[in-house]
């Protein structure tokens, strides 16, 4: 539509004495008075505003609620040690070439060595039950090498274990990630879900905004008519309705933001305080700038895309008659 | 400036509303169409306006041939032609002066310069003092006025107008037809559909005359008894 526009404003007679507004400054225009005339009626535009906030706000807490799950499962990572426990013959330096041959591996982190004395004092130290260890005239405990994965998901599936498993050496494997594995999937899931119900919500805004704007098109009728009478094109009647689509889209994602804000002072004290009882100093993470500069970015896109496919379906279909 | 080679109009409902017109309006010409109730004026306005389509024969206007337009230039070509409507067409939730705005908003004249424009057109028809007002508390000849200055406010090079007095007193209906001509002194093309025989008679002007659809009389002016050629 814009390359005849620009023929146009090269043909009428006006813009070859460069009297012409440019397309900017007549888009501020427009923007301007569409934004006047969802002030004047705020009664139904707060509808729409808070239907689509609403759309808006189900996939975002779910996203939310997952992306926090997430990082404190991997806040938790410590617990998702893997023990390697010796064989009672290996020496330390034995040990130490076991550790250095497996730090070469890309799906471990870090490799820490509790040679059998270590153990042995540890175990005294935080049992309390070191004059019984003393009494005993061998040291009981085996050498241990504690791995901390690098991705506690793929570790899982990988074949770390096994290879533990079978190295010379090792006495057994032990690892306690029957919670982190269920974790994963159900946040795999939930990952799912949330992207799923955004494509759905998206489409309900779309429908949403799109019926709001085809009911404002319908309403203006008559002027559509008469702006075509004296002239003006089809971009030219469409761009009001497609900047109230856009607003109708920005504000649904202002009023998501703040509901979801507002949920998440109301959830963070009592959730922070219920994982400090757990030991843990996680504390409730909202969507962060990038996430909310992408939800106002993404609604607003929606409402004017929302606008546009009401406006393609309905506008051309008004002719002066 | 504008041709009609063998144009007929037929409606979906079948009324056939022109029926093989021929004529040519030369650039600079001032010409008065009119016929009785239901003739085809308005018709034969629209299809220049592209309003309508044409069922049969060819429209130029300006060497263009109006079956040819492609959709998206509709809008350019109608910013050519200012057109003052039967029914007024005005904008009844904008004042005066945004009614008479419209055409140059579209365009996107700057506001001093479309202010200036505005102002001129209005104090052309008189309607100076009443640009705050609304057109819903204005008389039909003040609409009617407010129509004929959106139409003559971006000087367009043809001027349209379907029954541009039928509301006014005979006192205004004279002072606007006056107003036409200076137009017309200023080289714009008219073509002015009206019942008032009278008034057309007295100014000399070419006459086309139509009755159910057909050219039936293209005088060179209104010479007295052109209305006896009609029914
Ligand atoms: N949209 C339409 N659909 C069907 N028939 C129409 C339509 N518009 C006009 N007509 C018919 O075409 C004929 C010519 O109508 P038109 O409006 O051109 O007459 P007119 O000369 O302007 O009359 P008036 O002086 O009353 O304005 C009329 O009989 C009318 O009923
Ligand atoms: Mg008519």
Not at chain 1, 219 to 247: H, Q, S, W
Not at chain 2, 89 to 114: C, K, M, S, T, W
Not at chain 2, 166 to 189: C, K, R, Y
Request: glycine share 10%.
């Amino acid at each position: 539509m814009s390359a005849p526009r620009r023929q146009g404003a090269r043909e009428s007679r006006v813009s070859a004495r460069g009297a012409l507004l440019s397309r900017w400054q007549q888009h501020v225009q427009t923007a301007a008075d569409s934004l006047e005339k969802l002030r004047r009626s705020p009664g139904n535009a707060l509808m729409t505003i808070a239907v689509i906030g609403i759309a808006l706000l189900l996939p975002c807490a779910l996203f939310v609620s997952v992306d926090n799950l997430s990082r404190l499962g991997g806040n938790m990572g410590g617990a998702s040690q893997i023990s390697v426990y010796l064989q009672q013959d290996v020496t330390d330096s034995e040990a130490l070439e076991i550790s250095e041959q497996l730090l070469t591996r890309r799906d471990i982190d870090a490799v820490r060595y509790i040679s059998a004395e270590e153990a042995a004092r540890e175990f005294a130290a935080t049992s309390g039950l070191g004059d019984v260890i003393a009494a005993l005239d061998s040291n009981p405990l085996p050498g241990a090498l504690v791995i901390t994965p690098s991705d506690v998901s793929t570790s899982l599936s990988s074949s770390l274990v096994s290879d533990l498993e079978s190295l010379r050496g090792v006495d057994s494997v032990q690892l306690d990630l029957a919670w982190v594995e269920r974790l994963q999937a159900f946040l795999g899931l939930a990952r799912r879900a949330s992207t799923g119900l955004m494509g759905i919500l998206a489409i309900a805004v779309l429908f949403v905004v799109g019926n709001t704007i085809r009911l404002a098109i319908e309403n203006r009728r008559a002027e559509i008519v008469v702006i075509k009478l004296v002239g003006g094109t089809n971009a030219y009647v469409a761009r009001p309705f497609l900047y109230t689509g856009a607003y109708y889209g920005f504000a649904g994602g202002v009023f998501a933001w703040t509901l979801l804000a507002a949920i998440l002072l109301a959830l963070g004290g009592p959730a922070t305080e219920l994982l400090r009882l757990y030991g843990s100093e996680y504390s409730i993470r909202g969507l962060g700038a990038t996430g909310s500069l992408l939800l106002l970015v993404g609604s607003t896109l929606l409402g004017w895309l929302g606008a546009w496919m009401s406006v393609r379906q309905h506008l051309s279909a008004i002719e002066p008659r | 400036m504008i041709k009609f080679d063998n144009v007929s109009k037929r409606y979906p409902g079948g009324h056939q509303a022109l029926d093989q017109v021929n004529f040519e309006l030369n650039a600079g010409e001032m010409a008065f169409l009119t016929g009785r109730s239901g003739a085809g004026k308005s018709t034969l306005l629209k299809l220049i306006m592209l309003m309508e389509k044409a069922s049969q024969g060819q429209i130029f206007v300006n060497g263009k041939n109006l079956g040819r337009m492609p959709a998206d230039r509709i809008p350019f070509y109608r910013r050519r032609i200012g057109v003052v409507f039967q029914d007024h067409q005005l904008l009844f939730d904008r004042n005066v002066f945004e009614n008479v705005a419209l055409p140059l908003q579209i365009e996107g004249y700057p506001r001093h310069e479309a202010d200036r424009r505005v102002r001129a057109a209005l104090d052309k028809v008189g309607l100076l003092k009443k640009e705050k007002m609304m057109p819903i508390t204005l008389s039909g000849g003040e609409q009617q006025r407010i129509g004929i200055a959106r139409a003559v406010v971006n000087r367009p090079q043809i001027l349209l107008a379907d029954e541009p007095t039928g509301n006014l007193d005979p006192e205004l209906a004279a002072e606007i037809m006056q107003l036409f001509e200076q137009f017309n002194q200023v080289g714009v093309s008219l073509l002015i559909a009206s019942h008032d025989l009278s008034l057309i008679t007295r100014l000399r002007h070419r006459v086309l005359t139509l009755d159910k659809g057909r050219l039936i009389r293209d005088a060179d002016s209104g010479v007295p008894g052109a209305a006896g050629q009609e029914h």
